[in-house]
Nanobody
Framework: QVQLVESGGGLVQTGGSLRLSCAASGRTISGYPMGWFRQTPGKEREFVAHINTDGTETYYTDSVKGRFTISRDNAKNTVYLQMNSLKPEDTAVYYC???????????????????WGQGTQVTVSS
């Protein structure tokens, strides 16, 4: 089992940037595709971004394309989510997770992910 810890969340104004990190322990994540999801109270967990094992393939939900970038450093056992031009509707708890497969649209399905972090809160003020 992989333990995942997200960090980097916080309060930012509209148009600002944040960089989320997802640090893994217990097992190397180099063999796992990875994903970022987000959730707001009362709503389903929403897919945000996915990256395959070597970083050559990425997918994004339409609402973040051109603003968010997912990346990974397998040597550091860490995945990142660079978030630029943030909007109030990006406010959510962000989670990272280890995936089981890469491909579209299957990489957007939460049930294709196994290990999840505890989440980090991102709040974008208007």
């Amino acid at each position: 089992q992989v333990q995942l810890v997200e960090s980097g969340g916080g309060l930012v104004q509209t148009g600002g940037s944040l960089r989320l990190s997802c640090a893994a322990s217990g097992r190397t994540i180099s063999g796992y595709p990875m994903g970022w999801f987000r959730q707001t109270p009362g709503k389903e967990r929403e897919f945000v971004a996915h990256i395959n094992t070597d970083g050559t393939e990425t997918y994004y939900t339409d609402s973040v394309k051109g603003r968010f970038t997912i990346s990974r450093d397998n040597a550091k056992n860490t995945v990142y989510l660079q978030m630029n031009s943030l909007k109030p509707e990006d406010t959510a708890v962000y989670y990272c997770a280890t995936g089981t497969i890469s491909g579209w649209p299957i990489s957007s399905w939460p049930n294709t992910y196994n290990d999840w972090g505890q989440g980090t809160q991102v709040t974008v003020s208007s």
